[in-house]
């Protein structure tokens, strides 16, 4: 059996990183050739009565940038030799293209303020529920809908007959090999995707004034979509590789790399700056029921994954950035983990996807004034602050789990948690005491793990996503949790649900 090299190409909202996978003898190996950081940039410029607006965008040259410098790690790490290519990344944003490869103005990143209003905006316009019985989607500030209906509100004067809407994933596609096409798990997420068409939704996009033609292609997950421009290829020193539409949004994939036995005993969390916490159906939900519990219908790689956005990792994330600044220094996750060891348990509660927790300009602040205006005590200290975090996103997913098996009949057994938070051994541990299941945690890499496994279905190395799952169990390491002091965490739930107010 001849080996079969890809490359995957995985970047979310904090991190991007490329992974080679290669196919030989029936086996399986995967290895990572680049990692970098990044984050949204904030602007402060005047609008045009002289306000000043913050806004809020991505860096799409350094991201490209980074890509070129993958694909010259692949070619030193492994060789020239190169099957294919797969993108994915976390699933909002992108920008309008010109026939010409102009691009109308900088990405914006899905936290710009410009969106917190537009749900209320987009509600006017088209009924609530004609939309997520449609869609299948909840209600969310970033979502496309909202973006481009801002966009025709507010800059349509840039809008050209020519132009393309291209999503972030469909616009490194478009700069490594001009393809202008987005799969259908990450097109699902837009609030404009027909959920059981898998087409675009001629009422919605007429009554939010967003000209069909402007966008791309939907294709299934694993289409050849296309190959690296010739002179890319040459620069890297590589062949021209194809380009293959994977599940590129970050969770479509990381949901691919679950190592689940049974779909309808499994919840699933793919866990980093998001918390991502759904089931695997056939179908879509579009009941009454599921819309009040504000579940999302999103695209998978033959199924769909009803769950919902958890604010997740951020909040820690965004502590330490403010504490970053404070000490001049940055805390290490060890250490963040020794003080949230120390800290005493469930003294504090929060409701993580609290609107005051979106984006604030000092997250221990906003902790702050949450507690003041739920009566508890602020923190003392920074062990606290983590503790209250990572307690109050375990007792959440149990929340959530409990609204999923409702809204679609289905009873949870066991929990999945797979990506970066996947390492957490702590909120791995509280999330199986919370809920009271056993939790197997990896892989960690799951979103590349997912893209390698979808580019091999398209390839033909595979003839489903079941053929994968004992390729990803012989390849990486799962680690198993019991749960604990099960009444503790009963008790706890309880309190979080009066303090948070969360009833359902």
Not at 129 to 154: A, C, D, E, M, R
Not at 213 to 241: C, K
Not at 373 to 399: K, N, W
Request: charged letters at 20%; hydrophobic letters at 40%; one cysteine or more.
């Amino acid at each position: 059996m001849a080996t079969t090299r890809v490359l995957a190409i995985d970047f979310g909202a904090s991190g991007g990183k490329c992974f080679a996978g290669l196919f030989e003898e029936g086996s399986f190996s995967m290895r990572e050739v680049h990692r970098f950081a990044h984050e949204n940039i904030p602007f402060h410029l005047p609008d045009r009565s002289g306000t000043l607006i913050e806004r809020r965008y991505w860096d799409d040259t350094f991201l490209y940038q980074n890509i070129l410098l993958g694909l010259h790690a692949y070619r030193r790490q492994v060789g020239p030799e190169l099957d294919a290519i797969g993108i994915d990344t976390w699933g909002s944003d992108g920008q309008f293209v010109t026939a010409d490869g102009d691009l109308l103005g900088k990405v914006y990143a899905y936290r710009d303020h410009r969106l917190d209003h537009m749900v209320e905006v987009i509600k006017k316009r088209v009924s609530p529920k004609k939309i997520y019985s449609l869609t299948g989607i909840h209600f969310q500030p970033f979502n496309i809908s909202n973006q481009l209906h801002w966009f025709v509100l507010n800059r349509k004067e840039l809008l050209r007959k020519d132009s393309r809407f291209l999503p972030i994933p469909a616009l490194f596609n478009f700069y490594l090999g001009g393809v202008c096409k987005i799969d259908s798990s990450w097109a699902s997420v837009t609030q404009l995707m027909d959920a059981r068409l898998r087409t675009w939704s001629p009422e919605i996009l007429k009554k939010l004034r967003i000209p069909a033609e402007v966008m791309p292609e939907i294709v299934a997950p694993g289409t050849l979509i296309g190959q690296l421009h010739g002179p890319i290829a040459a620069e890297a020193g590589i062949n021209p590789a194809r380009l293959i539409a994977v599940g590129s949004h970050d969770t479509a994939s990381a949901y691919a790399a679950a190592p689940v036995d049974n779909p309808d005993e499994a919840l699933i969390i793919s866990s980093g700056t998001w918390s991502l916490v759904g089931k695997l159906v056939p179908e879509p939900v579009t009941s009454p029921a599921a819309m009040a519990m504000n579940l999302s219908n999103e695209g998978g790689i033959g199924n769909i994954r009803l769950l919902k956005n958890c604010m997740g990792g951020w909040l820690v994330q965004e502590l330490r950035r403010v504490w970053r600044n404070a000490d001049g220094q940055e805390t290490s996750w060890k250490e963040l983990d020794a003080l949230t060891h120390e800290a005493p348990p469930f003294q504090i509660f929060v409701n993580p996807d609290d609107p005051s927790f979106y984006n604030p300009t000092n997250m221990q602040t906003a902790i702050d004034e949450y507690c003041h205006r739920t009566g508890q005590p602020q923190p003392s200290d920074r062990g606290l602050y983590l503790r209250a975090v990572y307690e109050s996103l375990a007792l959440t997913y149990r929340r959530v789990n409990e609204q999923i098996c409702k809204a679609c009949g289905k009873t949870t057994r066991k929990v999945h948690i797979v990506g970066g938070g996947s390492r957490n051994i702590l909120l791995n541990q509280f999330t199986a005491n919370a809920l009271g299941l056993p939790v197997v945690a990896g892989p960690e890499e799951a979103t590349a793990v997912g893209n390698i496994m979808v580019q091999a279905l398209g390839l033909g190395l595979i003839h489903s996503l079941t053929e994968a799952q004992p390729i990803i169990r012989r390849a990486f390491p799962i680690t198993d949790y019991q749960p604990r002091d099960i009444p503790s965490w009963d008790r706890a739930y309880a309190r979080f649900k009066v303090i948070t107010g969360i009833t359902a």
